[in-house]
C-alpha cells in the first residue's frame, strides 16, 4: 500500500486490503466478490462509510455505492442531498444556503469490465478515505459527499479478473504475445449480454444502467468521474477532449470547469513523474456516455484514461507497464478530483444553480413548445416513457386535440412532452433531429432521436396547450376476448409483444395460421378488421380442448399485453375464410447463431439480448469452433450478424449452404452479407462505387479529418415498407427509421418482390453522414429477401436492434424469425 498512498497516519482500526483479501492491490485483478469482501469490511469498520445497494446485475452481483463523508455530514445527508435537488429547480434553488453545503462527488470506475485498473484503484481510494487522518483527508470529508461506485460493470469486470488471474505467473511475464495479454472473445469490456454500459447511460437497457441513473437523480452530482483504460502504449488522458467535440447543447462553462479540474490531476501526476496528456483525443458528443450525460444534467462529467497493462505487466512503448503503476494514475487522479471538488466546491454548486436557471431562461424562449406523441402499442409507449421519467423528464397526457406536422393527436390517445420544464436539455437532445455538425468526427454515434428509434407518430408544437394530468407510469394490459363456443382465436400482430405471445403459443403444441389477406369479422368485441401478420389458433384438431385453450390464451394474454380475439366462424368479407389458402401454416423457430472470434459481440449480443430477454426464445449460440460437430438438422433459422465468417472451412461453409438449400431460413445482417455474395449463396451485387475523383491536393496535417468525414459512424434513415410483404407485416404506416452504420450499399435487385423495404429518396432523417452519402443511398434496398433451393436468406442492411432501444426496428426481425417460410418463393428471384 506505501506505493500508493500519500505520506500520514493511516487509521489502524480500519482493515487494509492486505488483511482482508491477503493480498496487496496490484498483485492479483481483484475478482468482484473479493470487492464487495473488502468494501463491506470497511463499511463496518469505518463510520466514514455508509455502504447502499442500487441494483443487481444481469449475473445477480451487487451494484452499490459506498457513501463517503464526514460524520457530521453523513449524520444530515438527507438534508444535504434535498439542498442538492432545490438547486435542480430554479424556483426553489435561491432558497439554498451553500455557506456550508458540501458538493457532490459521485466517482465510478471500469465501466468496461477489461480496464481493471479503475476497480482496483477504487479499493485503495476507499481505504485512504476510511483511514488517512491527513488535514487533506479531513478538507475532503468535509466539503463533500462522494458516492463512490467501485464497479459500473460487474459482470464483464469478474470476466477479465478470472482471465488475467487464470494466466498469471509468479515470474511475470510481459511479453505481448502471451495469452495473459490477450483474452479472448467476447472479453471483459461488455455486460453480460455483451452491451458497452458506457453507451447505455442515456438508453438504460440494462439494470446496471437504470440502477446507476436513479442514484444519479436521487443526488444530482456536481462532478462525476468515468475512469477507463485505452492502449497499452498511450500515457494517461484526462478532460477536456477535442474542443470541436464537444456537444454543442453542453455551455462552454462545463468546459472551462472541466479544464480548471484539471489542472488539479496534472499537478497530482507531475508530482509522481506519469506522462499525461488532454484536449487530444475523445470528445464529449454523445450524451449516453458516461463523462457526457452529466453535462446534460447540470453537472461536470471527467473522463480518464489510463494505458492498460491488460495482465499484470506489459511492454510498451513507454517501458515495461505494471499493473501496480496503472492503478496509482487511477488513485492520484481520484484524489485530484476530490481536492478539486473540495476547492471548487462552491464554483461547482454555483454552476449548477446557474445551469438550472439558464435551462428555464431557454425553455421559455424556445420557438418549439413541446413534442407530441402517440402510439397504438402501449408496450412501446411504456418503454418509452420509462426512459423520458428516469431522466426526470415529465410527460403529460392532452386536454385538447392537436394538430401538428400535418398529422392529428386526440386528446384521449396523445400524450405530450413539453420544452418548459427543468429537464429542458434532455428533452431537446431525446427529440430533436439534428443535420449540422461543427466537426465529421465521431467516438460514437452521431444521432440517437428517440421517438423515431420507437417509431413513434410525434410532431413538433410551436403553440401553447393545454395540459392533462403528469403521466407517472403506462401500463400495457392484454385479455383473451372470449366468444361462446369458439371456432378459433386470432392474435394481433401490431402488438410489440406479439412474437414472444406467439412462441409460447406454439410451444404448447397448438397449431397456428397467418392470415395474408386482410378481412372483418365477428368476434368477442363485435366486428373487427383483422390484418396482415394476425395469428390464426384453430380450435378444432389441436392437442387440447376448447377451455385448455381458453386458460392458456388468457395466461398469455396476461403475461405479454396481448390480444386474442374469439371468432365463432370462419365465414369473413373480402372473399377470405379462415381455412383460405391465403391463411398459412406456421412453424415453430428453433434458432441458432454463429458466434465467435471474429463475429461483432456487439450484434451478438444484440440478438442474443433481444430473443432471450424481449421473445423468451432459446437461441443456441454455436461457436465457429464448434460449428463441425453442430447438428444443423435442430434448427430451422441461422442468423449470422455483422462480422468476419471468411475463416469458415470448406466444409463448415458447405454444411450451412447444404441446410440453407434444404429448406433453412438464413438472416444476414450488415457484412454477413457480403460473405453469402462472395460465396454465391446470394445473387446480390455490391453497389458500384461512384467515387468523385479530388482535384485538390490534401496536405498531410488534414489526413485524419479526411478520414473521419468518409466513416458513418451511426446515423438515422428513413425508409418505405411494403405493408403487404410478410417481412413488414404489423407495421402501422409505411415509413420506419432504421439506425445504418457503414457505407456498404447493394444494387437494388430488379425483382421488387425481394426488396421490401427501401431508404426514400432523402433519406438521412438525422445523423452525420459522410458528403454525397445521401444521394447515393437514395431509393436503394435497405433489406432483400433471396431464395436459394427451398431455402430463403434474408439480409438486412442495417442493425434492427441497435443498443436494445431501436423498438422500431424489432417488428422486422420477428417477422424474419416466423414468416420466412410463408415468403412465396415464387416471387423471388432465383440464385
Ligand atoms: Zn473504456
Same mark, same amino acid.
Given at each position: ?424 436539455? +434532455? ?5 430533436? !433531429? @439534428?443535420?449540422?455538425? $461543427?466537426? &465529421? /468526427?465521431?467516438?460514437? *454515434? ?59 403459443? +406454439? ?5 397456428? !395460421? @397467418?392470415?395474408?389477406? $386482410?378481412? &372483418? /369479422?365477428?368476434?368477442? *368485441? ?73 463475429? &461483432? ?231
Amino acid at each position: 500500500m506505501e506505493y500508493y498512498l500519500p505520506e500520514g497516519t493511516y487509521d489502524k482500526s480500519i482493515p487494509t486490503p492486505m488483511d482482508v483479501l491477503g493480498y496487496n492491490p496490484g498483485d492479483w485483478h481483484v475478482s468482484h466478490d473479493q470487492l464487495v469482501t473488502y468494501l463491506k469490511a470497511l463499511d463496518a469498520a469505518s463510520d466514514r462509510i455508509e455502504m447502499r445497494e442500487y441494483a443487481r446485475s444481469h449475473e445477480n452481483r451487487p451494484l452499490f455505492n459506498l457513501i463517503i463523508s464526514d460524520p457530521s455530514n453523513l449524520a444530515r445527508k438527507e438534508e444535504i442531498r434535498m439542498d442538492h435537488l432545490k438547486l435542480t429547480d430554479h424556483s426553489k434553488s435561491d432558497q439554498v444556503d451553500i455557506t456550508n453545503l458540501p458538493a457532490i462527488l459521485y466517482q465510478g470506475y471500469s465501466i468496461h469490465g477489461n480496464e481493471s485498473s479503475g476497480a482496483n484503484a477504487a479499493i485503495v481510494n476507499a481505504y485512504y478515505l476510511a483511514a488517512g487522518q491527513s488535514s487533506e483527508v479531513m478538507h475532503t470529508l468535509k466539503n463533500t459527499v462522494i458516492l463512490l461506485d467501485p464497479c459500473y460493470n460487474p459482470d464483464g469486470f469478474n470476466r477479465f479478473a478470472s482471465w488475467a488471474n487464470t494466466h498469471k505467473s509468479k515470474t511475470l511475464v510481459s511479453d505481448p504475445a502471451s495469452r495473459e495479454l490477450n483474452e479472448v472473445w467476447p472479453r471483459g469490456r461488455t455486460n453480460h449480454y455483451w452491451f458497452d454500459l458506457n453507451r447505455d447511460w442515456l438508453l438504460l437497457t440494462h439494470p446496471e444502467s437504470q440502477g446507476r441513473i436513479k442514484v444519479f437523480h436521487n443526488w444530482r452530482p456536481n462532478v462525476l468521474t468515468d475512469h477507463h483504460e485505452m492502449g497499452t502504449n498511450s500515457t494517461f488522458f484526462f478532460q477536456p477532449g477535442i474542443p470541436s467535440r464537444t456537444n454543442p447543447n453542453t455551455p462552454q462553462l462545463n468546459q472551462d470547469l472541466t479544464e480548471k479540474i484539471g489542472t488539479y490531476h496534472a499537478a497530482a501526476l507531475d508530482s509522481i513523474g506519469s506522462l499525461y496528456y488532454t484536449k487530444a483525443s475523445f470528445d464529449d458528443f454523445y450524451y449516453g456516455k458516461g463523462s457526457t450525460y452529466p453535462d446534460a444534467n447540470g453537472c461536470i462529467g471527467i473522463l480518464f484514461e489510463q494505458a492498460s497493462s491488460r495482465g499484470h505487466l506489459h511492454e510498451s512503448s513507454n517501458g515495461v507497464l505494471s499493473f501496480p503503476f496503472t492503478i496509482r494514475n487511477q488513485f492520484v487522479t481520484s484524489l485530484s478530483t476530490q481536492k478539486a471538488t473540495a476547492h471548487m466546491r462552491k464554483e461547482l454548486i454555483n454552476f449548477k444553480r446557474d445551469f438550472y436557471k439558464k435551462q428555464k431562461k431557454a425553455a421559455t424562449s424556445s420557438k418549439i413548445k413541446g413534442y407530441v406523441i402517440k402510439d397504438k402499442d402501449k408496450v412501446k409507449l411504456s418503454s418509452f416513457h420509462r426512459i423520458l421519467s428516469s431522466h426526470k423528464v415529465d410527460m403529460y397526457a392532452l386536454n385538447q386535440n392537436i394538430s401538428a406536422g400535418g398529422k392529428q393527436f386526440k386528446k384521449e390517445d396523445s400524450y405530450y412532452v413539453p420544452m418548459d420544464q427543468s429537464q429542458y436539455l +434532455m428533452v431537446k437532445t431525446i427529440f430533436e !433531429k @439534428v443535420r449540422k455538425f $461543427p466537426d &465529421s /468526427l465521431f467516438y460514437d *454515434v452521431s444521432a440517437w432521436t428517440l421517438p423515431l428509434a420507437f417509431d413513434l407518430t410525434y410532431a413538433e408544437v410551436t403553440n401553447t396547450v393545454k395540459l392533462g394530468d403528469k403521466v407517472t407510469s403506462i401500463n400495457p394490459s392484454g385479455k383473451l376476448h372470449s366468444v361462446r363456443g369458439a371456432y378459433a382465436y386470432i392474435l394481433d400482430w401490431k402488438s410489440y409483444n406479439a412474437p414472444a405471445a406467439l412462441y409460447q403459443v +406454439m410451444n404448447n403444441d397448438l397449431r397456428t !395460421k @397467418v392470415i395474408n389477406k $386482410p378481412f &372483418s /369479422l365477428e368476434s368477442g *368485441v363485435g366486428v373487427r378488421k383483422f390484418n396482415r401478420g394476425d395469428i390464426v389458433i384453430p380450435i378444432q384438431n389441436q392437442t387440447m380442448d376448447l377451455n385448455e385453450i381458453e386458460d392458456l390464451l388468457g395466461g398469455i394474454a396476461q403475461d405479454y399485453q396481448v390480444d386474442f380475439y374469439g371468432v365463432r366462424s370462419g365465414w369473413a368479407d373480402n372473399n377470405m375464410t379462415l381455412g383460405n389458402p391465403e391463411v398459412d401454416k406456421l412453424d415453430m423457430p428453433s434458432v441458432a447463431m454463429i458466434v465467435g472470434e471474429g463475429v &461483432s459481440s456487439y450484434d451478438a449480443g444484440e440478438v442474443w439480448h433481444h430473443i432471450d430477454q424481449r421473445y423468451n426464445i432459446p437461441l443456441t449460440m454455436i461457436d465457429k469452433r464448434q460449428l463441425f460437430r453442430a447438428d444443423m438438422s435442430r434448427y430451422n433459422a441461422l442468423i449470422l450478424v455483422n462480422g468476419r465468417y471468411k475463416d469458415l472451412s470448406k466444409s463448415e461453409f458447405d454444411k450451412i449452404e447444404e441446410w440453407v438449400k434444404g429448406g433453412g431460413n438464413l438472416i444476414l445482417f450488415r457484412n454477413a452479407i457480403d460473405w453469402a455474395i462472395d460465396k454465391e449463396i446470394i445473387n446480390l451485387e455490391k453497389a458500384k462505387d461512384e467515387k468523385e475523383k479530388s482535384t485538390v491536393k490534401s496536405k498531410y496535417q488534414q489526413s485524419a479529418a479526411a478520414n473521419g468525414a468518409t466513416v458513418l459512424g451511426g446515423a438515422i434513415f428513413e425508409a418505405k415498407i411494403d405493408l403487404s410483404h410478410p417481412l413488414c407485416y404489423g407495421y402501422d404506416d409505411d415509413q420506419i427509421a432504421l439506425f445504418r452504420r457503414g457505407t456498404s450499399l447493394y444494387e437494388t435487385p430488379t425483382n421488387s418482390y425481394s426488396n421490401p423495404v427501401n431508404y426514400t429518396n432523402n433519406p438521412v432523417a438525422s445523423g452525420y453522414i459522410p458528403r454525397g452519402f445521401d444521394k447515393k443511398a437514395a431509393g436503394r434496398a435497405a433489406v432483400t429477401v433471396h431464395q436459394s433451393g427451398s431455402g430463403k436468406v434474408i439480409c438486412f442492411q442495417d442493425n434492427l436492434l441497435f443498443r436494445g432501444y431501436w423498438y422500431g426496428g424489432n417488428k422486422l426481425f420477428g417477422n424474419a424469425l416466423f414468416f420466412s417460410s410463408i415468403i412465396d418463393g415464387r416471387t423471388l428471384a432465383k440464385d
